[in-house]
């Protein structure tokens, strides 16, 4: 089991603290007008098209180790890249191999973009995002929140890799009555709706993220939040990496 000491828990607590004010979302990653890439994820299908060599057109799946397989090199990283980042590396690497190289990258399917909703909602677990989903209609699609639910004190945690883990506390009340802007969810997000505060940290992971994501997604996750600061978006607190054994 994978166990989380107390600064996940300071940072998860704080999070539960009902805000006094309204939280800026400029300058950090869930801000409105934040640019958003477009990454690939695990489950997601790609056509790899080769306009100089039609023989080597293929559709592939992204695997849960986040590689495709491309013929001439073997694996290739895909999950958490753009498809024009695919193609440029491949295209590279097939110089002097093929002719002429060309390639194209083309997304057939989306599965693996999801998001993950625990704690005080009626369904909890993964939901499909769709283009531009927004954290009211992720809660609506997991059947709204429960009678127990600290709605003032929802939780987003989105992993930035290589940069920081970020936690943004959001007013589901305030939201609704648009006071505050609805936040755009991003792939593999996880929202907590607490109850009143998170009092075991080890609570917190084993049941709300071992449980809910499966183990190959919710790998890279809890590696980032061992490895990269967490930063708590709106209060100018940052906490060192989360101390995690298994």
Same mark, same amino acid.
């Given at each position: 089991m994978l166990v989380g000491v107390w600064l996940l828990s300071v940072v998860l607590t704080n999070g539960c603290q009902k805000p006094t004010q309204r939280v800026s979302l400029s300058d950090s990653p869930f801000s409105p007008e934040a640019r958003r890439p477009y990454l690939l994820c695990p489950g997601d299908q790609l056509q790899l098209r080769f306009p100089t060599d039609p023989a080597l057109d293929q559709v592939v799946r992204i695997r849960a180790d986040g590689m495709i397989s491309v013929p001439h090199l073997g694996d290739v990283q895909a999950a958490q890249r753009e498809p024009m980042q695919i193609a440029?590396? $491949?295209? &590279?690497? @097939? #110089?002097?191999? *093929?002719?002429? %190289?060309? $390639?194209?990258?083309? $997304? #057939?399917?989306? &599965?693996?973009? +999801? #998001?993950? !909703?625990?704690?005080? $909602?009626?369904? %909890?677990?993964?939901?499909? *995002?769709?283009?531009?989903?927004? @954290?009211? +209609?992720?809660?609506?699609?997991?059947?709204? !929140? +429960? &009678?127990?639910?600290?709605?003032?004190?929802?939780?987003?945690? /989105?992993?930035? %890799?290589?940069?920081?883990?970020? #936690?943004?506390?959001?007013? +589901?009340? /305030?939201? @609704?009555g648009g006071l505050d802007p609805d936040v755009v969810l991003e792939p593999f997000d996880i929202v907590y709706v607490p109850e009143s505060t998170i009092a075991k940290v080890d609570r917190f992971v084993e049941q709300y993220i071992n449980r809910i994501i499966p183990r190959p997604m919710s790998f890279p996750f809890i590696t980032e939040l061992a490895t990269q600061p967490v930063r708590v978006v709106g209060q100018n607190q940052q906490i060192p990496p989360v101390t995690i054994t298994r």
């Open positions: 440029s590396e $491949v295209q &590279e690497k @097939l #110089v002097g191999v *093929l002719q002429k %190289p060309e $390639v194209t990258v083309i $997304v #057939v399917s989306e &599965e693996g973009r +999801r #998001v993950y !909703l625990s704690g005080e $909602v009626q369904n %909890p677990g993964a939901i499909s *995002l769709t283009y531009n989903q927004t @954290l009211l +209609r992720a809660l609506s699609a997991a059947g709204g !929140l +429960r &009678e127990t639910a600290h709605s003032a004190g929802v939780l987003i945690l /989105r992993c930035r %890799p290589g940069e920081a883990t970020y #936690v943004l506390q959001v007013n +589901r009340d /305030r939201i @609704l």
